[in-house]
């Protein structure tokens, strides 16, 4: 017994201890063997997809916007000249009027009143005259006769000439009478639209009594806007170097409040003689069609003008720009679709893209969507990047 050596006991009877070692070591080979029972490594994750952009130089044009008043090129306050009661109101408020319409009447009784007594008193002083005349006349041969003394032909010389003057006088009161006659008619000096009326009938007017109404001449129609100094000399600049006229000014867009642009295209009028010390700013006036009266006085309005054309300009979109700290960056795919952030100058926004003035070439491809994956050094599955449709202008 002592030469078989130690025995342990298992599950399966007496084992020595040799045989035990043995069949634990095929027992692992065998599990080894067996697939499935060893651990797989996982396999790499795939590079997240991203949009990109291929930047290509081009032509931009560079616009540039102002707050801008619109008011009609003539306001004519309409007013009372005379004194008297309101008879009637002969336009519709709102609708247009020609020069000479008559708009308000006037009680013209008094005045024609006064008219009447400038004419009789004219009357009078011709009779006044004829008899004077002839009294000349019949006094000078006997004034040389001596039958009349000569102060009595003097005082009828005299009495000719200040009927002379009265008729004058006489005259020119009927002729003052006549134009305030002529002033219970009140007229419209313009063509244009006929503002609401500020007086009713029955009220007792006169020239201290305000405005009546006012007509606005609207096509054209003026808009008011103030650039800083330095666009102003940018402009004027542009101007200088075509042929020096009004002629080369941009044309003006209206964008109103609705966010649609006036269909009609307006142009410069003049700049106003000077910059304003407070502000720094210089008012210039643009002019615009508007046969169709949409736009109004007192309306506010964005007006844009194309300024200047950037050549070989970069342009990507503003959503591929991310801001730190006041640093811009982007994330550029290279080669072997590895992600770097190449930090970059931003120049003006254009619409919703930035024009990069430094940091970007020509041919870089820019992730625009799937920024927040494209980290540095990171692989990304680039694909193009389709921008989205503008939606059209109602």
Same mark, same amino acid.
């Given at each position: 017994?002592?030469?078989?050596?130690?025995?342990?006991?298992?599950?399966?009877?007496?084992?020595?201890?040799?045989?035990?070692?043995?069949? *634990?070591?095929?027992?692992?080979? *065998?599990?080894?063997?067996?697939?499935?029972?060893?651990?797989?490594?996982? &396999? &790499?994750?795939?590079?997240?997809?991203?949009?990109?952009?291929?930047?290509?130089? #081009?032509?931009?044009?560079?616009?540039?916007?102002?707050?801008?008043?619109?008011?009609?090129?003539?306001?004519?306050?309409?007013?009372?000249?005379?004194?008297?009661?309101?008879?009637?109101?002969?336009?519709?408020?709102?609708?247009?009027?020609?020069?000479?319409?008559?708009?308000?009447?006037?009680?013209?009784?008094?005045?024609?009143?006064?008219?009447?007594?400038?004419?009789?008193?004219?009357?009078?002083?011709?009779?006044?005259?004829?008899?004077?005349?002839?009294?000349? +006349?019949?006094?000078?041969?006997?004034?040389?006769?001596?039958?009349?003394?000569?102060?009595? !032909?003097?005082?009828?010389?005299?009495? #000719?000439?200040?009927? $002379?003057?009265?008729?004058?006088?006489?005259?020119?009161?009927?002729?003052?009478?006549?134009?305030?006659?002529?002033?219970?008619?009140? #007229?419209?000096?313009?063509?244009?639209?006929?503002?609401?009326? /500020?007086?009713?009938?029955?009220? !007792?007017?006169?020239?201290?009594?305000?405005?009546?109404?006012?007509?606005?001449?609207?096509?054209?129609?003026?808009?008011?806007? /103030?650039?800083?100094?330095?666009?102003?000399?940018?402009?004027?600049?542009?101007?200088?170097?075509?042929?020096?006229?009004?002629?080369?000014?941009?044309?003006?867009?209206?964008?109103?409040?609705?966010?649609?642009?006036?269909?009609?295209?307006? +142009?410069?009028?003049?700049?106003?003689? /000077?910059?304003?010390?407070?502000?720094?700013?210089?008012?210039?006036?643009?002019?615009?069609?508007? +046969?169709?009266?949409?736009?109004?006085?007192?309306?506010?309005?964005?007006?844009?003008?194309?300024?200047?054309?950037?050549?070989?300009?970069? !342009?990507? &979109?503003?959503?591929?720009?991310?801001?730190?700290?006041?640093?811009?960056?982007?994330?550029?795919?290279?080669?072997?679709?590895?992600?770097?952030?190449?930090?970059?100058?931003?120049?003006?926004?254009?619409?919703?893209?930035?024009?990069?003035? +430094?940091?970007?070439?020509?041919?870089?491809?820019?992730?625009?969507?799937?920024?927040?994956?494209?980290?540095?050094?990171?692989?990304?599955?680039? $694909? &193009?990047? #389709?921008?989205?449709?503008?939606?059209?202008?109602?």
């Amino acid at each position: 017994m002592a030469g078989y050596g130690k025995t342990n006991i298992s599950p399966f009877g007496r084992i020595s201890t040799g045989c035990l070692g043995l069949w *634990l070591a095929g027992l692992i080979s *065998l599990l080894l063997a067996i697939p499935g029972c060893a651990k797989k490594k996982p &396999p &790499p994750p795939a590079p997240p997809d991203v949009q990109v952009l291929t930047v290509t130089p #081009t032509n931009v044009p560079i616009y540039q916007e102002w707050i801008g008043t619109l008011d009609g090129s003539v306001n004519a306050q309409i007013r009372a000249q005379v004194t008297g009661y309101l008879l009637k109101q002969n336009y519709a408020e709102g609708s247009h009027v020609k020069a000479g319409d008559l708009l308000f009447q006037i009680d013209p009784r008094p005045f024609q009143a006064l008219l009447d007594q400038a004419k009789a008193n004219l009357a009078q002083s011709e009779a006044q005259l004829q008899k004077s005349e002839l009294d000349v +006349k019949r006094y000078t041969p006997l004034a040389k006769d001596q039958a009349i003394s000569q102060q009595t !032909l003097d005082d009828a010389i005299q009495a #000719t000439s200040g009927a $002379q003057a009265q008729i004058t006088a006489n005259k020119a009161a009927i002729e003052s009478a006549t134009l305030n006659l002529d002033f219970t008619k009140i #007229t419209s000096p313009i063509d244009g639209l006929a503002g609401l009326a /500020q007086v009713h009938i029955g009220d !007792l007017v006169s020239p201290s009594s305000g405005v009546l109404t006012t007509v606005s001449s609207l096509d054209p129609i003026r808009v008011f806007f /103030q650039v800083n100094e330095r666009s102003y000399l940018d402009f004027w600049r542009r101007i200088i170097e075509a042929d020096g006229t009004n002629s080369s000014s941009p044309e003006l867009e209206l964008i109103l409040s609705d966010g649609t642009t006036y269909p009609e295209r307006g +142009k410069f009028f003049f700049a106003d003689r /000077q910059i304003d010390v407070n502000t720094g700013t210089l008012q210039i006036v643009g002019l615009f069609p508007n +046969k169709k009266f949409m736009l109004r006085p007192g309306q506010f309005a964005r007006v844009r003008a194309h300024t200047l054309t950037r050549t070989n300009a970069i !342009l990507v &979109p503003q959503r591929a720009v991310s801001q730190l700290q006041g640093s811009y960056q982007v994330a550029v795919v290279g080669e072997s679709n590895k992600v770097n952030i190449a930090s970059v100058t931003v120049g003006e926004q254009i619409g919703s893209d930035w024009i990069i003035e +430094k940091g970007l070439k020509p041919g870089a491809r820019v992730v625009v969507e799937g920024t927040q994956k494209a980290k540095e050094g990171t692989v990304v599955n680039p $694909q &193009p990047w #389709t921008p989205p449709k503008q939606p059209e202008e109602p």
